[in-house]
């Protein structure tokens, strides 16, 4: 293997690491969000890797042969695993398995279309090879990868139109999305560029180094960014974590500042919007009159926090005060529903995060003690 090889199966065993790495992230808040990230890292990992052994003739080899034309497969999920991944950090949206099953029917189509090759064992596979016989088993052409070409593109620009507005509204995600979304263009416009390149003649189908090129610097950028600030998913400003980032130009003086801390105090207190189940940090932008970055300002230089855990803190203060008025004469999920928790999973780990103990423990105390 030459240097510029061994350097891209580096960067690519590094995309599988980080993977690995953002799928048991401990973090409960991001675990979803990291979780959708890890498949987009595996997917740019397997690209990469994919490349090099085609490059080094190792795929033909075993038992490399089995990953042989699988880089289709990879292609055809990377563009929806991408757009859902940054709809959840935008919008919070979940992948919902019935409504959203229509985005893996390419992925499906192409399995079965390949399958009979993919089933071979792997000295049938290298027969194959040999013989040049290929194309009895997969229907693999320049067209279908125009195609996945043509569905990575438009998951691009359906994800840049849908979330224009995003953009000029808030302050604290935008740097991040804009992030990915330049990451995830280079590497469908290194594919444009590739193809175009070799229709006109001027590369042949193996020189595809600088697709892999970019794939690596857009998964590294992505990786730094996503491994090191992934509170960004959950309203904390990046101003707040990029240490060479500031507050600049928010129109907030000290004073000011102060005021809206106390009025946002007051709002938690005397309206408590932290009951709301849905709460967003667009509300308690609208309920002080001001904007989203603004809002998240005060939470993060005020309360050392971000709006999750700030909403979190009035939530389990208000389990408390219920499960000491009713202690056993209430069910605990119901306190959590009543409490403004989505469900209990998020109940019991903020519960037991601020309080030391589940609620569950905290009530048999309470019990115990005769509170």
């Known amino acids: 293997m030459t240097f510029w090889e061994t350097f891209f199966m580096f960067l690519g065993f590094q995309a599988f690491l980080l993977s690995m790495l953002f799928f048991f992230k401990k973090e409960s808040s991001f675990a ?98 040999h013989t040049k016989t290929l194309g009895q088993f997969i229907h693999v052409n320049a067209y279908l990868e125009i195609g996945l070409l043509l569905l990575m593109t438009f998951y691009g620009v359906y994800a840049g139109i849908r979330f224009h507005s995003f953009f000029g509204k808030d302050e604290d995600l935008h740097l991040w999305v804009r992030a990915i979304l330049f990451c995830y263009a280079g590497c469908v416009l290194s594919y444009i560029a590739y193809y175009v390149l070799v229709y006109l003649g001027v590369l042949t189908l193996e020189q595809d180094y600088f697709i892999t090129l970019v794939l690596c610097v857009s998964v590294m950028t992505a990786a730094y960014f996503a491994f090191n600030f992934p509170q960004i998913f959950q309203g904390k400003a990046m101003s707040a974590l990029v240490p060479f980032m500031k507050y600049k130009k ?81 069910n605990l999920a119901e306190v959590g529903f009543l409490s403004g928790f989505n469900n209990t999973v998020s109940f019991n780990k903020a519960f037991k995060k601020q309080m030391g103990s589940t609620p569950s423990q905290y009530r048999k105390d309470l019990i115990s003690n005769g509170v």
């Open 250 to 330: 928010t129109g907030l003086s000290e004073n000011y500042s102060k005021e809206l801390k106390e009025n946002l105090l007051d709002l938690m207190v005397q309206e408590k919007p932290y009951l709301n189940r849905e709460l967003r940090l667009d509300d308690i932008a609208d309920s002080l009159g001001i904007a989203r970055h603004h809002a998240s300002q005060i939470i993060n230089e005020h309360f050392d926090t971000h709006f999750f855990d700030f909403i979190n803190l009035y939530r389990v203060e208000e389990a408390v005060r219920l499960l000491e008025k009713n202690k056993d004469r209430i």
């Open 32 to 129: 979803y969000a990291n979780r959708m990230f890890s498949l987009f890292m595996f997917l740019c990992g397997w690209l990469i890797i994919y490349n090099v052994l085609f490059w080094t003739g190792k795929l033909y080899q075993s038992p490399f042969i089995h990953i042989n034309v699988t880089y289709v497969l990879a292609l055809s999920l990377i563009g929806p695993v991408f757009f859902f991944y940054l709809k959840h950090v935008v919008e919070g949206y979940r992948l919902k398995p019935f409504r959203d099953s229509i985005h893996v029917i390419p992925f499906l189509f192409i399995f079965v279309l390949n399958a009979p090759y993919h089933l071979l064992s792997a000295k049938e596979k290298l027969e194959v090879h």
